[in-house]
T-cell receptor, first 119, second 113 residues
Framework: EAQVTQNPRYLITVTGKKLTVTCSQNMNHEYMSWYRQDPGLGLRQIYYSMNVEVTDKGDVPEGYKVSRKEKRNFPLILESPSPNQTSLYFC??????????????????FGAGSRLTVL | SQQGEEDPQALSIQEGENATMNCSYKTSINNLQWYRQNSGRGLVHLILIRSNEREKHSGRLRVTLDTSKKSSSLLITASRAADTASYFCAMGSSGAGSYQLTFGKGTKLSVIP
């Protein structure tokens, strides 16, 4: 089954304790992205990656790191989490190119989400 | 950066009625997409309309795009209780070898049986 898998789904941690949220897709997608969702703010993009070894900042990158060493994986790293990073995080992926009826290009497939609480 | 605004923020209708949600954005786009989210779950893609298209249909969904006004609308006809969810527009913009999909804040739709 084509899917984006995030882990962990739920995590409670404390300020300053480094954590990694993993993301893996099995669709051979070039494009991957991380979003955070907060009440009243919608989804905001943290980082995205156009392909292996190519990453770029989204709208809210502060406090986060990413890497794209393999096409299928795009982990999100919080080096020193703070309470303002308490949020619902989504990883998503898509193929890249001109969207048409058949290619599905640029249409995101989302993971189930990771709910992170930083105390 | 690109920002999207949906209107209304919340909408409550009776089953069988039509639901219309609007989206406005600020900068030029390559495509505009609509996604649906059931409470706290991952978003699911509904429909994509390219910048050179004006209207698109998919089942009970109808999307329009007016690039001169930088706005889009999503119409759900003959709504069902199962349509209760949050709906997000997302603006796809590309340039200089990069691509970003930026989401609005969403419209929360409640369909009352």
């Amino acid at each position: 089954e084509a899917q984006v898998t995030q882990n962990p789904r739920y995590l409670i941690t404390v300020t300053g304790k480094k954590l990694t949220v993993t993301c893996s897709q099995n669709m051979n997608h070039e494009y991957m992205s991380w979003y955070r969702q907060d009440p009243g703010l919608g989804l905001r993009q943290i980082y995205y990656s156009m392909n292996v070894e190519v990453t770029d900042k989204g709208d809210v990158p502060e406090g986060y790191k990413v890497s794209r060493k393999e096409k299928r994986n795009f982990p999100l790293i919080l080096e020193s989490p703070s309470p303002n990073q308490t949020s619902l995080y989504f990883c998503a992926s898509s193929s890249w190119g001109t969207p048409n009826l058949f290619s599905g290009a640029n249409v995101l497939t989302f993971g189930a989400g990771s709910r992170l609480t930083v105390l | 950066s690109q920002q999207g605004e949906e209107d209304p923020q919340a909408l409550s209708i009776q089953e069988g009625e039509n639901a219309t949600m609007n989206c406005s954005y600020k900068t030029s786009i390559n495509n505009l997409q609509w996604y649906r989210q059931n409470s706290g779950r991952g978003l699911v893609h509904l429909i994509l309309i390219r910048s050179n298209e004006r209207e698109k249909h998919s089942g009970r969904l109808r999307v329009t795009l007016d690039t001169s006004k930088k706005s889009s609308s999503l119409l759900i006809t003959a709504s069902r209780a199962a349509d209760t969810a949050s709906y997000f527009c997302a603006m796809g913009s590309s340039g200089a070898g990069s691509y970003q999909l930026t989401f609005g804040k969403g419209t929360k739709l409640s369909v009352i049986p």
